[in-house]
């Protein structure tokens, strides 16, 4: 009698147990299905454009007027934009993120370097479109005056504040895999009677290099993707830049800005959802590449010499 | 080498380090500046609009004059709907991420698959918004729409903070209650969980000031240029901060006119924002320091 209600007890609580452990692995399951329904309908709201247009007509037609008629739907401009004001941004975040990371793991004081993890926290936590206010309002007229231009919505402008937004991320990240480096390693290094500098620079940069490069590019991806500045502060004119005092609408701006007129499953819907596959496809192939880099990164380690 | 190259190498061996630590304190300096350059900055142009009257009333005179009352009540129901949504499904996956999963494909799936939807841009989500929520499920632009967008893009950040909250939870206190034949999802909930708990907070609350601050996701889901009256349900379109800044800066004739309203209302979203992110700074700076084990 006690035999059996203890087997039974025993059975319901592994049976329990069981069913806990499956129905978590099915709630943990929902983050990729997100992701699946993501590109789901996206595709779905997004191929009908290519009934009317090719592919290759939309990714590198140089014309991107949607509202004409006949219209065009060529979004060359548009990635242009999009890769330049990213460029021009990672040029300015990655020194900054970088050199941040050097000094918080590597030189700060414990206080100061509590304090400045912070201040890179607060800084990741700025509204988008407060950073797009301050370029709009602030930025744009003193660069427009300084420089003498017809205006100061520009590719400068844009890449300087979406340098402010990949910072945080730039910084972080590098901070993790510098402080991942190896005690031994610096220390070795130190034994041989190089400097502080010398080590850093010779060996613990170069022993967290997969980890900076996984930093660099989710930088990059969040600057791509970066809406709400590029929308106010890029300036919006959808032709290819001849200097980076142009105006550029990169293409997160060209959908946020179109959307609320383009008609309900027109052409121009469909074109903007279209360029949304491309954004999510430049912005998947970032983060594969950075989840590539960061996994080859953790087998490194003292276990590797 | 003789001694005297060598002494001059050694200098130049410090001086190069000096001129380098130099430029790295800079760089730091720099960051610093531009953040609080930005806030002081918005500050002295936004303080005087900031009134009880401006928190309180609702905009008047086609948005040139009055408050901002009900961007900040819209900004409140999408924040608490996004964590609403986010934090039950975020901390369950961590959970098992943390606790059960072993190493395998599934769990490599998972892994890439919450990276992949943490780095999808703001924008693309308003768009699979617009297009699931919105059109295909017929919510409309609404609370419930853009809530549930905000709390897909914020799912990551909640997961992966309640991931590393349970990780810091010491292996030898799953061990002692397994070891007194507690079953696993009892270790888990009793034990695990409680110990986790301030760290799981303190990414939720990260993930209020992310889905506060957002723009581009609800502007096709649930953000209203202007609503006459207060949301009656979760099917309303309404105002909201982020927004609002937008439409004031960007939208309209008046838009040099109406520049106090707009660092006003930049102010408010930035010290709400920040104000979130700063208790979860502060929350979790104590933590570690009363941590017992």
Same mark, same amino acid.
């Given at each position: ?12 609580r ?6 806990i ?16 329904l ?10 009908p ?9 939309? *990714? ?6 949607p509202t ?11 990635i242009?934009?999009?890769l ?47 950073l ?18 017809p ?19 730039i910084?972080s ?9 190896p005690?031994?390693f610096k220390?070795?290094?130190?034994a ?16 967290? *290099?997969?980890g ?9 991806a +969040? ?24 105006s ?31 954004l999510? *496809?430049i ?7 950075a ?15 | ?28 300096l720099?960051?610093?500046v ?5 806030i ?15 928190l309180? *009333? ?6 040139t ?13 999408l ?5 609403a ?58 609370i ?14 909640i ?18 209650s ?19 708990l301030?760290g799981?907070?303190?990414?939720a ?14 502007m ?6 202007f ?35 707009q ?17 979860a ?6 933590? +570690?320091r009363?941590?017992?084990?």
């Amino acid at each position: 009698m006690f035999q059996t209600a203890n087997t039974k007890s025993t059975l319901t609580r592994h049976l329990r147990e069981i069913i806990i452990r499956k129905l978590f692995a099915f709630f943990a399951v929902i983050s990729v299905l997100l992701l699946a329904l993501i590109v789901l309908f996206l595709f779905r709201q997004g191929i009908p454009l290519f009934e009317e247009i090719s592919v290759t007509q939309f *990714l590198f037609g140089s014309a991107w007027y949607p509202t004409y008629n006949p219209p065009e739907y060529g979004i060359w401009p548009l990635i242009v934009g999009s890769l330049i004001v990213t460029v021009f941004a990672c040029l300015i975040a990655v020194p900054f993120g970088l050199l941040s990371a050097v000094y918080i793991s590597e030189i700060a004081p414990s206080r100061i370097k509590e304090i400045l993890k912070s201040v890179i926290e607060l800084l990741a936590g700025l509204p988008s479109v407060v950073l797009g206010f301050f370029g709009m309002v602030i930025v744009a007229p003193w660069m427009q005056e300084f420089f003498d231009l017809p205006t100061g919505l520009n590719i400068v402008n844009a890449s300087f504040m979406l340098a402010i937004m990949a910072i945080p991320t730039i910084s972080s990240i590098s901070e993790d895999a510098l402080y991942a480096v190896p005690r031994e390693f610096k220390e070795a290094s130190y034994a041989l009677g190089a400097t502080k500098y010398e080590t850093i620079v010779k060996v613990a940069i170069p022993a967290a *290099l997969s980890g900076i490069s996984t930093a660099v590019i989710l930088g990059m991806a +969040r600057a791509i993707g970066e809406t709400m500045v590029v929308l106010m502060v890029a300036g919006g004119a959808a032709a290819l830049p001849r200097s980076i005092f142009d105006s550029v609408r990169p293409m997160p701006a060209s959908i946020a800005a179109e959307m609320g007129e383009a008609p309900f499953q027109s052409g121009h819907y469909h074109a903007l959802f279209a360029t949304g596959i491309v954004l999510f *496809l430049i912005t998947l192939a970032f983060n594969l590449i950075a989840d590539y880099l960061s996994n080859r990164f953790k087998e490194e380690g003292s276990g590797t010499l | 080498m003789n001694p005297e190259t060598q002494a001059s190498f050694m200098k130049w061996r410090y001086f190069r380090q000096s001129v380098f630590f130099g430029i790295v304190r800079l760089a730091a300096l720099l960051i610093t500046v531009a953040l609080l350059g930005i806030i002081v900055f918005l500050f002295i142009n936004g303080f005087r609009a900031v009134t009880w009257g401006f928190l309180t *009333l609702p905009p008047t005179d086609s948005m040139t004059k009055g408050g901002i009352m009900p961007a900040i009540i819209g900004t409140f129901y999408l924040t608490v709907g996004a964590i609403a949504v986010a934090m039950p499904l975020g901390v369950v996956s961590a959970i098992y991420l943390a606790e059960y999963a072993r190493q395998g494909r599934f769990i490599r799936l998972i892994r890439v698959g919450v990276n992949c939807l943490a780095g999808v841009p703001s924008v693309v989500f308003g768009l699979f918004g617009l297009g699931f929520f919105v059109v295909f499920l017929k919510f409309g632009s609404s609370i419930l729409a853009g809530s549930l967008t905000l709390g897909i893009l914020i799912l990551p950040t909640i997961i992966g903070s309640a991931e590393e909250a349970l990780k810091a939870v010491p292996q030898t206190f799953r061990e002692a209650s397994l070891a007194l034949g507690v079953s696993k999802w009892r270790t888990i909930s009793r034990i695990v969980l409680p110990s986790a708990l301030p760290g799981i907070l303190t990414g939720a609350i990260l993930g209020v000031g992310r889905a506060a601050g957002e723009t581009a996701p609800i502007m096709f889901t649930a953000a209203a240029f202007f609503t006459a009256v207060l949301p009656k349900s979760i099917f309303d379109e309404v105002m909201a901060l982020p927004y609002h800044i937008y439409v004031l800066a960007t939208a309209g004739t008046r838009i040099e006119q109406t520049r106090p309203l707009q660092y006003g209302t930049a102010l408010v979203l930035i010290a709400l924002v920040l104000g979130i992110d700063l208790i979860a700074i502060i929350i979790r700076s104590s933590v +570690r320091r009363k941590k017992r084990w």
